[in-house]
């Protein structure tokens, strides 16, 4: 079976991780995973801002993650129809944060430049993977952009040494 994924991958965290785990598990010890992966010029123009790290650091990061056995460029950008015309999966894995109320498909398949009918004339279906909640790329952005505050460090114990023992006052 071969697996298709896609996504920028910038700031490649546990999420990135356990999405492409759970294509490999999908895909089995025979198949293979295949991960379509946003050009820099793309994720300028779709985020408005640029990728932290370039597609080649990208590319070559998702290369070396055991779960990953392939990766292509998504040239098509706004339109995956190219790149999964290259790949020929057997099913599109994506997390289900691009699921919207009710189950609805629409807004991923707009995301893909794809319709169901395209879809099923192919024979491909989607599984969408429960998403790691409270860690994506965009939170660690923010949070490097605009870091909290460290906590308080806790008060340091004060301590002498009386008669060859340590005593804490």
């Known amino acids: 079976m071969i697996i298709y994924t896609g996504g920028s991958f910038d ?10 785990q759970a294509c490999r598990q999908l895909a089995g010890v025979e198949g293979r995973v295949v991960v379509s992966l946003n050009t820099d010029e793309f994720i300028r123009s779709y985020k ?23 990766v292509v460029a998504n040239v098509g950008g706004a339109d995956s129809k190219a790149a999964i015309e290259v790949v020929h999966p057997d099913l599109l894995v994506i997390g289900d944060d691009w699921l919207d109320p009710g189950n609805d498909e629409r807004r991923y398949h707009a995301q893909l430049g794809v319709t169901p009918e395209w879809l099923a004339a192919r024979g491909l279906g989607i599984a969408y993977i429960p ?24 008060p340091r114990p004060t301590w002498r040494i009386e008669n060859g023992r340590v005593v804490y006052q």
């Open 131 to 154: 998403r790691t909640r409270g860690t994506s790329t965009t939170g660690l952005r923010d949070y490097l952009e605009e870091p909290e505050p460290p906590p308080a460090e806790p």
């Open 48 to 70: 408005g801002r640029p990728a932290v790290q370039s597609f080649a650091v990208r590319a070559e990061m998702l290369r070396a993650c055991r779960f990953v056995d392939q």
């Open 11 to 20: 700031l490649f965290h546990v999420g990135h991780l356990e999405l492409l």
